[in-house]
């Protein structure tokens, strides 16, 4: 371990300790329970080369170009669909498609603001993509207080180290959002304080000067969006940062039993006079069936082949396909479209023959439902865990923001595993994070 490393791994309690006082926490629902929880950070940073960074932030530019151009075809034309690059069955029948968003078109054909895209390396020192998150993606708030509180508690360590600086994520989002501001304030609509990510609502709002605002601040008027200031006063809005799902985010226009969000919100939308980020009906575009496509979007759309590849995927909708996860079952992960947060992903070899032949029955009842991936064995970075250095496996979230140009942000959020056993490393399922460095040359 590299000294600087070693300096900083002296102050791992320290952070923690800083970081829960700070109130880094996230929140999860089980058994119609909420539960708050801190999140582990362990102070042995994940290291990216600046050259391979170089390959990523092409690579990541790309694949967000193209999924924005996706969206804003399946939302009009459907070329991709009529050219047979997409079936319309993985368009259609997805859960993410919202009728209501034909047609429409966000300011300056921007859909998805905000991206986070999962990314593993394996051990043939390949990069894969894992999954794209386009709807309301989290998480870019614990690399930045991590950084920061580890800049206080060991400056030397970066006295001594030559890394890009990850302080600069709220100006990017700022940029972001003042790109497709068409005149008024900024805010972060949060669903409020019993929320998983409400930790991280209430730190980018403080960083990036806008209003953390509820639904019930927010009111429309005249094809116009309003913010009730603490002194009473009425102040238009232009720009929504939201973080709460489609369904929830009017009740006029979606679910009408949403008690958060704005009625006639997406009205003002429709018209122009507001900017919503993310756009709705990003959803379709990060299904896990739509993922299988991507590569093939970055060639229709583009003209250019992928820079980064998925992980090998089969779709069971195929027959061909079908075919080849029946034979070879025991040595896929298999995942259904429609779950996020690790749930509903099962290893093959880890069924017992009644789960398997079970499976296997819904699987061709419902082969549009679910993907199946080859197990890329990726590899393990080491950890802290109770006074030992282990090994653990780990992913990469990585940050894409569509300004007047797509930005990738030097950092990221690399989540680990705390179980020597286990491939998934999200938050809800028990992990803990790390600080990314990227270095400067």
Known sequence: MKQQEQQLLQHTDKINDLLARYGVKFGIYKNNTFKEQLFPFDSIPRIIEHTEFEMLERGLKQRVVALNLFLKDIYSEKKIVKDGVVPEDFIFASSGYMAECEGVSPIKDVYSHISGIDLVKGKNNEWYILEDNLRVPSGAS???????????????????????????????????MDNVNPGGHTVILTPGRYNAAYFEHSY??????????????????????YYISASGAREKVGAVYRRISDEYLDPMNFNPESLIGIPHIYDVFRKGNVALLNAPGNGVADDKGIYYFVPKMIKYYLGEDAILQNAPTYLPFYEDDMKYVLEHFDDLVLKDVA?????????????????????????????????????????DLDILDEGQIVPRKADLRAFVLMADEPLVWASGLTRFSRNPDSFIVNSSQGGGFKDTWVLSQ
Do not use: W
């Open 142 to 176: 614990y690399p930045m207080i991590a950084r920061d509180l580890c800049r206080k508690s060991s400056p030397e360590t970066f006295h001594n180290t030559k890394l890009l600086d990850n302080r600069n994520y709220a100006d990017l989002l700022r940029r972001t």
């Open 204 to 225: 980018l709002a403080e960083k990036t000067g806008a209003h953390l605002v509820t639904g019930s601040e927010l009111f429309v008027e005249n094809d116009y969006l």
């Open 339 to 379: 779950e996020a947060g690790g749930y509903g992903v099962v290893f093959g070899n880890t069924m017992s023959a009644k789960q398997k032949e079970d499976f296997i029955a819904l699987l061709k009842a419902e082969p549009r439902r679910f993907i199946a991936q080859e197990v890329i064995d990726f590899q």
